[in-house]
């Protein structure tokens, strides 16, 4: 992967081709486009005489306007999203519409990761999850797109409804083990304590799920060191590990030597403005040290991107050729939650399509 800083030449070689590629961070309520909030917002109208107007206000000015939030705003926005996706069928059309645009965009491989959710007597947090994996299901056997589940623990959310969504997530796996693989520790950076959560972590791992931790989004040293030595299978972000950014020597030694991969989601960090510019971002030493990255789009629709588009950024950013990011989709294979025939079947897709577009 050292040969990153080739020539530029990331057009493809026959222009109407779309690459072959794994989503291995995606939020399902992030990722909403504004064709999917509308359309839920239809759908509200006909079944709720409730109809929120004041969120449905909200939402459209968000989704109209500027697309540069801070942080703390986003997570604004995701209460927003949140109140169109309260029923089992909202959520069903959320997540047969997300797949559908991701294989839009030439994903073949998708990880969607989601917060279980109850709405008092509408919906548990068990109908939540059954309507994605009931929309999962359907698309894996009639699309040209894989797609598994990881359960979202939400930090911010305390550790009740943590033990709750690990204790689901635990039962959902056993009960959907192609489905649902595993579980991700997400939300805003600054609250909760990680210790708090190691410990539920550690139990889903024992029973079988994969654990991909956000990581280092803000400088928080004590914290990173503390997720780096619990050695998940990945870490999303990880933006403040290199002293330059945040972090220190210790921790990016630490990352270096790991193995871990890290989910890079450039332009969510772009506008929640936790990087400068996409060139002075912590892909550029990830690249150097030569450390795994998967790029990912985080909320493709909160932050109006898609996983070609996020792909164009990094190869235009750093010179990085179509064929080092087709070794670099190869590598995401490798650190997905699959078993490994399915793991064969996407590397045989995605060699495929290298030598169908003169790309190997
Ligand atoms: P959901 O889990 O499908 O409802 O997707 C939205 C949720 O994902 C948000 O409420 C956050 O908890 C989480 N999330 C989305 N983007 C980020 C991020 O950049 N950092 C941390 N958490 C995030
Ligand atoms: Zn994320």
Redesign the pocket.
């Known amino acids: 992967m050292n040969e990153s800083k080739a020539i530029c030449c990331f057009l493809p070689s026959r222009s109407t081709e779309k690459m072959e590629m794994a989503e291995l961070h995606a939020?399902?309520?992030?990722?909403l486009s504004s064709r999917t909030l509308h359309a839920l917002r239809q759908l509200q109208n006909s079944s709720d005489s409730e109809a929120s107007g004041d969120s449905w206000k909200k939402c459209e000015a968000i989704i109209n306007h500027g697309n540069e939030r801070t942080?703390d705003e986003?997570?604004q926005l995701?209460?927003v999203?949140?109140s169109l996706?309260s029923t089992p069928t909202a959520v069903s059309k959320a997540t047969d519409d997300v797949i559908e645009e991701f294989e839009e965009d030439g994903v073949i491989y998708l990880e969607?990761?989601?917060?279980p959710?109850c709405i008092d007597g509408v919906m548990t947090k068990e109908q939540y999850v059954e309507a994605i994996v009931k929309s999962i299901r359907k698309a894996n056997i009639s699309r040209n797109i894989l797609t598994k589940l990881i359960v979202?623990v939400?930090r911010?959310r305390g550790l009740t409804e943590a033990e709750e969504n690990v204790l689901l997530a635990v039962d959902m796996h056993s009960k959907y083990p192609d489905i649902v693989v595993g579980i991700d520790l997400?939300?805003?950076?600054c609250k909760g304590n990680i210790e708090d959560f190691l410990p539920l972590l550690e139990n889903a791992r024992s029973s079988g799920l994969k654990l991909s931790l956000?990581c280092a989004?803000v400088p928080n040293v004590d914290e990173v060191e503390k997720i780096l030595k619990f050695e998940p299978h990945r870490i999303?972000?990880g933006t403040c590990i290199h002293p330059n950014f945040g972090g220190s020597e210790k921790l990016w030694n630490m990352l270096s030597k790991s193995g871990l991969a890290v989910e890079v989601?450039l332009t969510?960090n772009l506008k929640?403005k936790t990087i400068e510019g996409y060139e002075k971002s912590h892909l550029g030493p990830l690249l150097e040290q030569n450390i795994p990255v998967i790029l990912s789009t985080?909320?493709k629709g909160?932050f109006a991107t898609t996983l070609s588009e996020e792909c164009r950024i990094a190869a235009e950013t750093f010179s990085l050729t179509r064929m080092w990011m087709c070794e670099a989709m190869l590598q995401s294979v490798s650190y997905t939650f699959t078993t490994e025939d399915e793991k064969n079947k996407l590397v045989h897709s995605i060699h495929k399509f290298m030598n169908s577009s003169g790309c190997s």
């Open positions: 939020h399902l309520n992030g990722s942080l986003c997570f995701f209460s999203v949140h996706t969607l990761r989601s917060t959710r979202s939400d911010q997400s939300g805003h950076p956000h989004e999303g972000h989601c969510s929640t985080d909320d909160v």
